[in-house]
């Protein structure tokens, strides 16, 4: 078992204990396992932390975005920033582009492997 | 190679024009003593424009806590300028064509660019505390006109253009130097200033590759020389080749912006322009295919 925060909290996660809001009215049961909509309705409550199983936080690594799909990305970026790196800013927008982008693509990975 | 540009700009006689309640609405604002409630009974008379400037001002562009019901109220609200230029963003964006054709221009891209580079000018302008965030956007979606221009009145020369983007894998402007002599950024600009549209405008439009030569309005044309960059870097839309023009680093000092600005403006960008495209584009998401910004990394 483990606290959670609640913005640390991941769709799938289970809970070891029951949530109630201010009022004491039960939100949520135990056993429950979370879905994105849950997590929205105890966010909209205010709840700060829940008790989830230890063994689903675990595996919620950091899902690695595809090496092949990075290296698309990277390549892609230098042609076309090609010729106009001689300058820290351009520089600075590449580094920042390349983040932005594999955020973008990481989320899009996830999306899809929930279906 | 290619035809002179004064012969290319009579040509420019025969584009489409401006809607005639923008060019009233631009003349009576030009008069000191027009009122918000005169302005407001022009734009009342078109209903499909005031429904949609309602939902652009009702929209995340703003974020007003109430619903404002009424142009007039709208105006009091955001101002005169801000109004017009609201007014001529949706209006543009009626006049040009929006989807592909067969082996054409690429429209859609041209647009999501347009406004992506729109939607960075006006993250640009809270950034460097400039107060006519309205304008920078008007002006960064009508920073690439000219290559409308270019694709429809200039088919042959563009389409030679598009070839030696594609052998060369450079900038647009470079190719259009080389064969037109002279670029769709001053087309662009001989353009809006024949539709009467503000030297703030104009500006901005017809330099935005060289920004360094701006004389009236360095600023705003350095916003969206530098919008244009962020737009490209961040792979919204299609500007016409996969290439990232060289940040002009007096654009740059004129800004006044710190490097630690870049994130946080590249980050701003994306919402901006997601609001932005629902707010312009109401059924985006049934027409398109993909909701808005997350349109797919496309093999061109």
């Known amino acids: 078992m483990a606290v959670v925060k609640l913005n640390d909290l991941k769709p799938g996660m289970k809970l070891t204990e029951p949530v109630f809001n201010i009022n004491g009215n039960l939100l949520l049961r135990e056993g429950v396992e979370l879905t994105a909509r849950h997590i929205s309705i105890l966010k909209a409550w205010g709840v700060s932390q829940v008790e989830v199983d230890s063994q689903e936080k675990t595996d919620q690594r950091k899902p690695e975005l595809n090496p092949q799909v990075l290296c698309a990305l990277q390549e892609r970026l230098r042609t076309k920033f090609f010729g106009v790196l001689n300058n820290e800013i351009m520089r600075e927008i590449m580094r920042i582009a390349e983040k932005q982008a594999i955020r973008k693509l990481m989320l899009a990975s996830t999306r899809e492997s929930r279906g | ?300």
């Open chain 2, 1 to 300: 190679m290619g035809r002179r540009l004064d012969t290319v700009l009579k040509q420019i006689y025969t584009l489409p024009t401006l809607p005639v309640v923008l060019t009233t609405v631009l003349e009576l604002i030009r008069n000191p003593k027009t009122s918000a409630a005169d302005i407001g009974r022009v734009i009342s008379k078109d209903q499909i424009l005031t429904a949609r400037l309602l939902k652009l001002v009702n929209s995340a562009f703003y974020g007003f806590p109430r619903r404002i019901s009424t142009v007039s109220h709208a105006i009091t609200v955001i101002g005169f300028d801000a109004l017009t230029n609201l007014i001529l963003a949706t209006s543009v964006l009626d006049i040009f064509p929006k989807e592909n054709q067969e082996g054409g221009f690429d429209y859609e891209g041209f647009w999501e660019h347009s406004i992506g580079t729109a939607a960075g000018a006006k993250v640009i302008a809270g950034f460097i505390s400039y107060n006519g965030k309205e304008e920078l956007f008007v002006a960064g979606l009508l920073h690439d006109i000219g290559k409308i221009v270019e694709a429809q009145f200039m088919q042959k020369e563009f389409l030679k253009v598009r070839e030696e983007i594609h052998n060369n894998a450079g900038l647009m402007v470079n190719e259009e130097a080389k064969i037109l002599g002279y670029t769709h950024a001053r087309i662009g600009g001989e353009l809006i200033d024949k539709w009467g549209l503000p030297a703030s405008l104009v500006e901005p439009v017809a330099l935005h590759h060289e920004p360094q030569l701006a004389r009236e309005f360095p600023r705003q044309t350095a916003a969206v020389h530098l919008a244009d960059i962020l737009c490209r870097a961040k792979d919204i839309g299609y500007g016409g080749d996969n290439k990232i023009p060289p940040l002009n680093p007096v654009a740059w000092e004129s800004l006044g912006l710190r490097i630690s600005d870049i994130e946080p403006i590249m980050e701003r960008m994306e919402t901006e322009f997601e609001a932005t495209i629902s707010a312009l584009y109401p059924s985006s998401t049934s027409e398109r295919g993909t909701p808005p910004g997350e349109q797919k990394w496309r093999e061109r």
